[in-house]
């Protein structure tokens, strides 16, 4: 309880930190329970957006999106990487393919690290189907997620774009500015997206 009222009444001088670019490489050296104490992503996020905007992922994927970004998959032109989609969305568990790393020693891979990315999922686990733990990586630290599921820790991988401000990665940018539009109404009008995540958003919500 200390650790998160303290991280609370630091929250302006991280902000002040992470959008400075001579400290922001800094920012999990001087905080680093980060890593280890879950849900403190979570909690700056809310600090920045509101609980609404924050719950909006988990609240409304499966109920108001999945099904209709199935449906518009579906009237695709069919590839086996869009059929493999398709196959790990009807994955009971909770629908969203781990199509990142997968490992079982935490360390190694940190230390395998050569260069700087955008922040990506790690999957502790012998295989996809027994991962018991997720982890956002971020400039050779690990951020251990509080959600054991896939869908739950993409939600806190999108977090922490905003809560240690870096961008998105360019492959993927049309997927997140989606999911930052569409799902969390963030910045919708505001920020640039291609005109087919403009499209897919419009039929989606109309």
């Not at 001087?30 to 509101?50: A, H, I, S, T, Y």
């Not at 951020?143 to 492959?171: Q, W």
């Not at 910045?187 to 419009?202: F, L, N, Q, T, Y």
Request: charged share 25%.
């Amino acid at each position: 309880m200390r650790t998160i009222k303290k991280k609370k009444l630091t929250f302006d001088f991280r902000r002040n930190m992470v959008l400075d670019l001579q400290q922001s490489s800094n920012v999990l050296s001087l905080f680093p329970r980060f890593k280890d104490v879950k849900g403190l992503v979570e909690q700056d996020f809310v600090l920045m957006f509101g609980e609404d905007v924050s719950g909006k992922f988990l609240e409304k994927w499966t109920t108001a999106f999945k099904k209709k970004i199935i449906q518009q998959c579906r009237k695709l032109p069919s590839t086996s990487e869009l059929e493999n989609l398709l196959l790990a969305a009807d994955n009971p568990e909770d629908g969203t393919e781990v199509d990142d790393d997968i490992g079982t020693n935490i360390q190694e891979h940190l230390d395998s690290i050569t260069s700087s990315a955008q922040p990506y999922l790690l999957a502790l686990g012998r295989n996809k189907k027994t991962v018991h733990q997720f982890f956002v990586i971020l400039d050779k630290n690990a951020i251990s997620c509080r959600s054991a599921s896939a869908l739950g820790a993409f939600d806190e991988l999108f977090k922490v774009h905003y809560v240690f401000a870096t961008t998105y990665n360019p492959m993927l940018y049309n997927m997140f500015t989606f999911i930052q539009t569409t799902v969390y109404n963030i910045d919708v009008g505001k920020v640039k997206e291609s005109p087919g995540v403009a499209e897919v958003r419009a039929r989606l919500l109309h």
